[in-house]
């Protein structure tokens, strides 16, 4: 289970941390068939994924941290040019930016292929 917009910041641990979508889930399991996503609420989403399904290996931990990043870094530049700025997008431009830093920071302790 995944609660995909935190009300308030977070450190759950030094390295801080990621949420992942479906798709960077899909990336991070190599797309494997079989993996269902449940979303209630637009805010927590369950997965399941079958035994066959878990496996990761470094490409895929590295596809899915450049996904995240590239997601991160797109939600920031839509957030950026919207003319509103109200109190729920700037918790989203905040969530969106450690999710950035965090996804680009973990890249550079896995190895390129």
Do not use: N, W
């Amino acid at each position: 289970m995944e609660d995909l917009k935190l009300p308030r910041g977070e450190l759950a641990f030094k390295g801080g941390f990621l949420i992942l979508d479906d798709v960077a889930i899909r990336y991070l399991f190599g797309h494997c068939d079989g993996i269902l996503t449940t979303i209630r609420a637009e805010r927590l989403a369950s997965y399941m994924i079958p035994a066959s399904c878990l496996r990761i290996t470094q490409k895929s931990y590295r596809d899915a941290l450049e996904y995240c990043a590239k997601s991160a870094l797109d939600k920031i530049t839509l957030l950026r040019q919207k003319p509103t700025g109200t109190y729920a997008e700037g918790l989203d431009h905040m969530r969106s930016a450690m999710q950035f830093i965090t996804a680009y920071l973990s890249l550079a302790d896995v190895p390129s292929p």
